[in-house]
């Protein structure tokens, strides 16, 4: 990608268990963004975190950076069937770069 | 808050047909806009950024090209599509704040 690589690129879990999806990326940045697809649909914002920043929560979210390591990892706590969407991080350098995404399906 | 409207949501075009994507703003003045590209199952491919009225950065060689003839305005062209053309296409608003996002258009290049 332009940027950066999320991983897994799929992951299947139960109603209830934790998802956690990481995301690597490739030069420097001013803040790292979640977003959720839903499928054949546009990308909705979940979350940022500034590069200053290492932890972040909202809701059932939790977000942490390491800008040493250039990573990232979205938690989602308590998972839901309605949570099952793709995932993407993106970087906001000088412009806005996408990873390639972690399919998340929560089984019922 | 801003609301991004793109059309048509789908869209089957022959090779060699021309194209013309629009994206239009609301809610918001003198944005960064964005045009990307998502094939199917993957990532999100950044086409075109604008900063400002008349302002195009490409960011891949390709076939298409884009234009911003008013500040809320976007558009996606080409003259001549070809097959490898066809794909969702993402058109985006935003600045160091979160990306806004329209509905996408699904372009297929028979």
């Known amino acids: 990608s332009q940027q950066g690589e999320e991983d897994p690129q799929a992951l299947s879990i139960q109603e209830g268990e934790n998802a956690t999806m990481n995301c690597s990326y490739k030069?420097?940045?001013?803040?790292l963004q979640w977003y959720r697809q839903n499928s054949g649909r546009g990308l909705v914002h979940l979350i940022l975190i500034r590069s200053n920043e290492r932890e972040k929560h909202s809701g059932r979210l939790r977000v942490t950076l390491d800008t040493s390591k250039k990573s990232s990892s979205l938690l989602i706590t308590a998972s839901r069937a309605a949570d099952t969407a793709s995932y993407f991080c993106?970087?906001?350098?000088?412009?806005?770069?996408f990873g390639t995404g972690t399919s998340l399906t929560v089984i019922p | 808050s801003q609301t991004i409207h793109q059309w048509p949501a789908t869209l089957v075009q022959p090779v060699g047909s021309p194209l013309s994507l629009e994206c239009t703003v609301e809610?918001?003045?003198?944005?960064?806009l964005y045009w990307y590209r998502q094939a199917a199952g993957r990532g999100l491919q950044l086409l075109f950024y604008?900063?400002?009225?008349?302002?195009i950065s490409s960011e891949v060689p390709q076939n298409l090209s884009a234009s911003r003839p008013q500040d809320r305005q976007f558009i996606l062209s080409s003259k001549k599509l070809l097959l490898s053309d066809s794909g969702f296409y993402l058109c985006?608003?935003?600045?160091?704040?979160?990306?806004?996002f329209g509905n996408g258009t699904r372009l297929t290049v028979t």
């Open positions: 993106a970087t906001n350098g000088n412009q806005f770069y």
């Open positions: 985006a608003s935003g600045d160091n704040s979160p990306l806004h």
């Open positions: 809610g918001t003045s003198n944005p960064n």
């Open positions: 030069t420097s940045i001013n803040n």
């Open positions: 604008s900063v400002g009225i008349g302002q």
